[in-house]
């Protein structure tokens, strides 16, 4: 798992060339279902969500759509441990995906930013990005202050382990089972990657550099 070397799948919800005001949990099944058929047996796979052209979207449209995404990548964390077999065709599913945004206007950004809290999820955005590697993102959805310290130091670093950073960090003051517990959680976020190295995991930031979406 190295940033260089992640497959990053980008998918345009929007496939007409017109701009479209979308509403509605049908139409964003609809427009995540080739998307949802190309990931099914994805790999740690970074998937971006391009909503280019789309100039409005509703909250039951971004649930079916970016929540859904990152429900299901979650979901994939805990092999459906305490959520049970999916009661629909359009519950989440386990994904192991990291779910991004891109292109997004001021309305919709809007609307996620009202959205995300109500399930307490976070979401990146990219900003500039290459192939194969997410350069700046900002972040969108709440993430309390001790996840943002750790994102940063990590980010600073570009990769580490709980061991790693207690060194890098001792004016954080932070035990080493303190840094395990945040980093495992930037995981489940989906905002960081992990790969075993040794007996530790290895994490590194989905993105280079992230920013706080309310800041950009």
């Known amino acids: 798992m190295s940033g260089e070397d992640m497959n990053i799948i980008a998918y345009r919800l929007n496939q007409s060339p017109k701009p479209i005001h979308v509403a509605g949990a049908t139409l964003g099944q609809k427009h995540i ?14 998937v971006i969500v391009d909503f ?13 759509t970016i929540v859904w995404l990152i429900q299901s990548a979650r979901l994939a964390l805990t092999n459906g441990v305490n959520h049970g077999a999916p009661h629909g065709p359009h519950d989440p599913i386990p994904l192991s995906i990291y779910p991004v945004v891109a292109g997004l206007g001021a309305d919709v950004r809007e609307e996620l930013d009202a959205v995300l809290p109500g399930y307490r ?28 310290d ?6 600073e670093c570009g990769s580490g382990t709980a061991s790693s950073l207690h060194k890098r960090f001792p ?15 930037l995981h489940m976020l989906r905002l960081a990657m992990r790969r075993k190295e040794g007996r530790q995991w290895l994490y590194e930031p989905v993105a280079a550099e992230v920013k706080n979406g309310r800041e950009s």
């Open 33 to 46: 279902e080739l998307l949802r058929k190309r990931i099914q047996n994805g790999a740690d796979e970074i």
């Open 52 to 64: 280019s052209g789309i100039e409005s979207a509703t909250a039951s449209y971004l649930k079916a």
């Open 121 to 148: 999820l976070t979401c990146l955005e990219t900003l500039k990005r290459s192939e194969r590697r997410i350069q700046t993102a900002v972040i969108h959805g709440p993430l309390d202050h001790a996840l943002q």
């Open 150 to 155: 750790t994102l940063r130091a990590l980010t």
């Open 171 to 185: 004016d954080r003051k932070i035990s080493i089972t303190g840094w395990n517990n945040r980093l495992a959680d």
